[in-house]
């Protein structure tokens, strides 16, 4: 397998550092290959600024911050986004087809494809609700773990690690806010020239599998679907995506 530069998004409201040791993983079974990592704007190290809330304004302000970083290491890179970050690595692959070999997506979904029931299961709006005016920082993000999660283990290890990352780079709720708005109101692009795989979750109740399903359709993308994990599919069972990625990238 030859080397390769990955550049990694996370999805709504979450920054780098929710990875965990995701990214670690990945370079370890994977030799050679490097792990890079942004935060899309509102969120993280950018959490001070605005999130744009057009998918393509998205992709240039990611992309902006990215091309440092492809003249730093060049080489063949790769995109893999989750969730929001998913969305992102769609648009930027059509846009810019020629900024990666290969893209990957995990547990995303487009407008025109799903209806809104399937891109978020009803039965979780509470949750989504209680978290966003929660302003206990480690029952919030308790809160979302048990949205997002189905496997992972320690959560309560986690909810507290994620509240010390939210005190130190505080996201702004008109951010949360603008990133749904740029979620929702994104639609899939025509066509899409870059190898693709698509991710999916039996248990994902933000966006059921279903979605990345058509996704696949629409682009004759590979596709997998995890039997059991949840939407937070890298915190679930990350061998499963690091096997999945080994062999689509291999």
Not at 25 to 44: M, Q
Not at 162 to 178: K, S
């Amino acid at each position: 397998m030859s080397a390769r530069h990955w550049l990694f998004l996370r999805g709504l409201s979450r920054e780098a550092r929710h990875w965990l040791p995701f990214p670690e993983r990945f370079e370890a079974a994977l030799p050679g290959h490097t792990v890079h990592l942004l935060d899309l704007p509102g969120a993280g190290t950018e959490h001070t600024r605005d999130c744009p809330l057009r998918m393509a304004d998205l992709v240039a302000d990611v992309r902006a911050r990215w091309r440092p970083l492809r003249d730093a290491h060049p080489g063949p890179w790769n995109l893999l986004g989750i969730s929001l970050g998913g969305m992102v690595t769609l648009q930027w692959a059509h846009d810019f087809p020629s900024d990666f070999e290969r893209a990957v997506v995990i547990n995303t979904s487009a407008g025109d494809l799903s209806p809104p029931w399937h891109r978020m299961d009803l039965s979780v709006l509470p949750n989504v609700a209680r978290a966003l005016r929660d302003t206990d920082d480690v029952r919030r993000e308790r809160t979302i773990l048990a949205t997002t999660t189905r496997m992972a283990r320690d959560l309560d290890a986690v909810a507290s690690r994620w509240a010390d990352y939210h005190r130190e780079r505080p996201m702004r709720r008109a951010n949360v806010l603008r990133q749904l708005a740029a979620a929702s109101r994104w639609r899939s692009p025509a066509r899409i020239d870059v190898p693709l795989l698509v991710l999916r979750a039996a248990a994902d109740p933000l966006a059921r599998p279903v979605c990345g399903e058509r996704i696949a359709a629409k682009y004759g993308a590979e596709s997998a679907l995890h039997p059991s994990a949840g939407h937070d599919l890298p915190l679930d069972d990350p061998q499963w995506v690091i096997d999945r990625v080994a062999s689509f990238a291999g």
